[in-house]
């Protein structure tokens, strides 16, 4: 979502995004309108919504990959200016607020920050959808099988199968862990219920890069490469 106007002040911007809060981060709010945007059908240049690129990026795009990531240029490359130029204050101001700005970035266009108005990472949100969705994909042909132990120890292999795969391949999950009898009691047997406890640690983003550097004739060096 966005605001209904571009010239919408900054500090009703962050109250609509406060206003729009809602648990699980469904709900991302975009500032900074695009001033001009060409209109890849009459080749003029139009302004835009800012929410239109972040739609745009979310749905061409892996799940882990950060919504302000270099590569999503590629997604707001029909931009050529923007209404403001926030300075850093602002744009700390707008990310401690769950709301994501466009931002002017060496040549082209970036959301500054990644976050939903509940002030969770957009990426780690997909990536827990997609997660969810994986697994319960896989169960779906279990719903309604009879619940005997071979049926409920392979259930936890399949799923483990699939995360320690995703963790190998150091996509969206760097641990896990799949318990099929914490949950999974005589009672909730009794009400033909099957319960599986699954836990993922997601992998996380590196928002900032902070080099800790020392150049001088007096530097104290430990090691060097060749």
């Known amino acids: ?33 695009p001033s001009r945007v060409l209109d890849p059908v009459t080749g003029t240049f139009i302004a835009a919504e800012p929410h239109t690129f972040m739609a745009s990026i979310l749905s061409q795009t892996d799940p882990e990959q950060h919504p302000g990531d270099e590569d999503t ?4 490359s029909a931009i050529n200016a923007l209404t403001s130029a926030p300075d850093e204050g602002v744009l700390d101001t707008s990310r401690k607020a769950g709301t ?7 040549g ?6 990644g976050v939903t108005t509940d ?21 779906k042909h279990d719903v309604k099988k009879p619940n005997t132990l071979s049926r409920r120890r392979m259930q936890v292999g399949v799923i483990s ?22 949950l ?27 080099l800790a550097t020392e150049f001088g004739t007096q530097a ?3 090691s060097s490469a060749a």
């Open 161 to 182: 199968d699939f995360l320690e795969e995703n963790r190998k391949a150091e996509h969206l999950i760097e641990a896990w862990q799949v318990d099929g009898e914490a």
């Open 73 to 76: 240029k590629q997604y707001t």
């Open 220 to 222: 104290v060096v430990t």
């Open 1 to 33: 979502m966005c605001a209904d106007a571009a010239n919408t002040s900054d500090a009703t911007q962050n109250t609509e995004a406060a206003a729009n809060q809602v648990a699980g981060g469904r709900i991302v709010y975009c500032k900074n309108y």
């Open 184 to 210: 999974d009691t005589s009672v909730s047997r009794g009400q033909n219920k099957r319960k599986i406890l699954i836990r993922g640690r997601l992998i996380s983003h590196q928002n900032f890069v902070i």
């Open 100 to 106: 994501c700005e466009l931002v002017e970035d060496d």
């Open 108 to 113: 082209g266009f970036v959301f500054q920050s």
């Open 119 to 139: 002030h969770l990472e957009i990426a780690d949100v997909r990536a827990a959808d997609w997660l969810n969705e994986s697994i319960g994909a896989r169960m």
